[in-house]
């Protein structure tokens, strides 16, 4: 909606949704469609899944793609990867360190710490999305990168990792 490339990936070995406690998540393998998931925790309680906004992040990314797609089984390339968790940054970073190097392309990971709960994940997605328009609107991003994530930063308070890495 905003004019960027963007998609979305996990990085785990299986899908970890909220389940009815924190001991207690639902867990799903990454060729489970979100239809899926979607019918599955509707049925089991569709109140609490309803009000802790499971339900209908569900129903946003199936109307996206069919499932959810795991990060290291991509071989797409970006120029910037964001992720929301310091672990996810780590593994990011571990698979493409991992990855033979072939066009020797620059890829900036960046992380910014979002709490995982609809409501700081729907800031966590305007802070990003203004980050990646930021990023979009320099012609030269290698150069600019820190200047542009230093004040970016600043402004929001909020602790940037970056890294780069090759492909």
Do not use: W
Not at 18 to 34: H, I, Q, R
Not at 54 to 77: A, G
């Amino acid at each position: 909606k905003r004019g960027l490339l963007v998609r979305s990936y996990g990085s785990g070995q299986q899908v970890k949704l909220p389940g009815p406690s924190l001991e207690k998540p639902n867990v799903y393998t990454f060729d489970t469609p979100y239809e899926f998931m979607y019918k599955d925790l509707y049925n089991k309680d569709a109140s609490l899944y309803t009000q802790n906004g499971v339900l209908h992040m569900l129903d946003r990314n199936r109307r996206i793609k069919e499932k959810p797609e795991r990060f290291q089984d991509s071989r797409e390339r970006f120029d910037v990867i964001f992720t929301v968790e310091e672990r996810i940054f780590d593994q990011v970073m571990e698979d493409l360190e991992n990855r033979d190097k072939r066009t020797n392309e620059i890829v900036h990971v960046i992380n910014i710490d979002v709490i995982d709960n609809p409501e700081d994940a729907t800031l966590g997605a305007f802070m990003l999305c203004e980050l990646g328009q930021k990023m979009e609107a320099t012609n030269d991003l290698d150069n600019a990168i820190d200047e542009i994530l230093t004040e970016f930063e600043s402004k929001t308070k909020r602790t940037i990792l970056h890294a780069v890495s090759f492909y």
